[in-house]
Nanobody
Framework: QVQLVESGGGSVQAGGSLRLSCAAS????????LAWFRQAPGKEREAVAT????????FYADFARGRFTISQDSAKTTLHLQMSSLKPEDTAMYYC?????????????????WGQGTQVTVSS
């Protein structure tokens, strides 16, 4: 079965950086879309960034563009999110998501597989 395991979260001061990773396993086909979402307490889950595996096209939320970079390793088994210039409003649980089919880059309902999440806390 598909497993997505996030790592790399933690606490950092505003202006700092973190690199999240998501190790994917349990499948032999290529995931068409790999993504990072986040959810802060009391808020809806929102897309951070998505990469389309076949051509590497990235899509970013407005708040992420210019500060965050999504990437995957050449074996397409690990997804990363490099986050810099972090702000307190970036504090959230960050989730890795994947789906084998084409679809929305930002709708969480359009992703079949999810990790358990990794907490990111940014202090001012």
């Amino acid at each position: 079965q598909v497993q997505l395991v996030e790592s790399g979260g933690g606490s950092v001061q505003a202006g700092g950086s973190l690199r999240l990773s998501c190790a994917a396993s349990g499948y032999s086909y290529v995931m068409y879309r790999l993504a990072w979402f986040r959810q802060a307490p009391g808020k809806e889950r929102e897309a951070v960034a998505t990469i389309y595996a076949y051509d590497g096209r990235p899509f970013y939320a407005d708040f992420a563009r210019g500060r965050f970079t999504i990437s995957q390793d050449s074996a397409k088994t690990t997804l990363h999110l490099q986050m810099s210039s972090l702000k307190p409003e970036d504090t959230a649980m960050y989730y890795c998501a994947a789906d084998p089919d084409g679809g929305s880059w930002s709708d969480p309902a359009d992703f079949a597989f999810w990790g358990q999440g990794t907490q990111v806390t940014v202090s001012s």
